[in-house]
């Protein structure tokens, strides 16, 4: 199943939306532009640029391969007409270059018009090469490898705010790396143990400050965020900040340091906000407000009778990533059965959509689906009991300034936008 969707990401126009798979390919979506013929076709993605970004590997000090399957993609700012944009697998990261090609050169004076070289006896006159328009070609081509600087598996890669640094964060590392030095990194976090059977907790995830570029903040699997300054210290293994919410002691379970456990951490776009996701719910943090999150949303709190099962089949284990919408007021994030949740943080209302090829059809309307946990069940609802684990949305994204989502389920990448009337 090497087509299954592994990272979704728009860039920062939303113009472009790119998703790398477990076969290490990257697909690009690009908007169509709206036609004064066809207004409603405004907001279809079709398929841009297709590359291998990268191979399998294999590490033979330790005997261990490597997987080619793309672990995030992050873009940067588009400065002239090509795209740039970070992909990385397990241990290696690098930057593309997308560029667009419409024109080529002819004409030459030592080559034929196949490529072969002339006899240079047998050129008696000069020709000025001139460059002639052709079918339009996107290429891509890898601008540099930042290879050899993690130990363990990269979780995430967050772009920095001055656009000439970025960070790459493995389970006990995350690293700073210049984009134009790629044979050296600054290592500014390190939790690794000198014994690592004392080893307690490890990085799920890591990002910069939108704003700030001397701040950046990572999670841990024991439910705890740390944000960082760069400006304190050269290594920031002493935080400014540390984000956790003491736990309920009636709560507490066999599952309850596994289901703590945050798979993925976003900076709102003011950079006011940090939200966090673990198994069961998504926690919004104030940056001023340490010990407990303001906003705390039940995504599938039916699944808490169920953990010793999801504990049997692995799926507890499952890292659900969240986003935020344009304006940070609604935020987004997976469930099973290919069901995505919103939740306003305004009106604190919530809806529970579904991403399934039966309900996909283009522009049909998409129904709120209610999951039922015992006694009667509704004609619309479904049961707890037949939820399918393995239809399961891990990796959602939202446009940066209009309501166009794109969520993956499985192989399927599927886009919804907000009704137009």
């Not at 939303?14 to 697909?27: F, H, I, P, S």
């Not at 656009?163 to 790396?177: C, G, K």
């Not at 003491?246 to 309850?256: G, L, M, Q, Y």
Request: charged content about 30%; some cysteine.
């Amino acid at each position: 199943m090497s087509d299954i969707i592994s990272t979704v990401e728009f860039n920062h126009t939303g113009e472009l939306l790119a998703t790398g798979d477990k076969g290490g390919r990257v697909v690009i979506f690009q908007r169509e532009q709206e036609s004064k013929n066809q207004v409603h076709r405004r907001g279809e993605y079709n398929v841009y640029s297709t590359f291998q970004s990268h191979e399998p590997e294999f590490d033979y000090l330790k005997s261990l391969e490597i997987e080619e399957k793309i672990n995030k993609i992050r873009w940067l700012p588009q400065q002239n007409a090509a795209y740039f944009l970070l992909s990385t697998n397990d241990k290696t990261v690098k930057l593309w270059k997308v560029s667009e090609r419409d024109k080529r050169p002819e004409g030459y004076n030592l080559k034929d018009e196949e490529g072969r070289l002339r006899d240079p006896a047998t050129i008696t006159t000069l020709r000025v090469p001139v460059l002639r328009p052709m079918d339009l070609m996107v290429e891509a081509t890898p601008r540099r490898v930042f290879a050899n600087a993690h130990t363990y598996h990269i979780n995430s890669i967050s772009v920095n705010s001055d656009y000439e640094t970025y960070m790459s964060a493995d389970d006990l590392r995350i690293n700073l790396w210049n984009f134009e030095i790629t044979n050296q990194s600054f290592n500014i976090v390190d939790i690794k143990p000198a014994n690592m059977e004392e080893l307690t907790e490890v990085i799920t995830a890591a990002e910069f400050h939108p704003h700030h570029c001397n701040t950046f903040v990572y999670s841990s699997s024991k439910g705890t965020i740390r944000l960082c300054d760069m400006r304190a210290s050269a290594l920031c293994d002493r935080h400014t900040k540390f984000f956790e919410e003491p736990e309920d002691p009636s709560n507490r379970s066999f599952f309850s340091e596994i289901i703590s456990s945050i798979s993925d951490v976003k900076f709102s776009h003011s950079g006011r906000y940090i939200m966090t996701r673990d198994y069961l719910t998504v926690k919004v943090w104030d940056l001023n407000m340490e010990n407990r999150p303001i906003e705390t949303y039940q995504v599938h709190d039916y699944l808490r009778s169920k953990l010793c099962s999801l504990y049997e089949n692995d799926c507890i284990f499952d890292k659900f990533e969240c986003v935020w919408n344009g304006s940070d007021s609604v935020i987004m994030t997976g469930s099973y059965n290919n069901f995505f949740r919103m939740f306003d943080r305004n009106t604190k209302r919530d809806v529970t959509l579904e991403a399934s090829r039966e309900n996909s059809k283009p522009r049909a309307i998409l129904k709120p689906r209610k999951v039922c946990v015992g006694g009667k069940r509704r004609k619309d609802e479904i049961s707890v009991d037949s939820l399918d684990f393995s239809k399961k949305i891990l990796h959602t994204a939202w446009h940066p300034s209009e309501n166009i989502i794109a969520v993956a389920a499985t192989n399927n990448l599927y886009i919804f936008q907000d009704k137009v009337n």
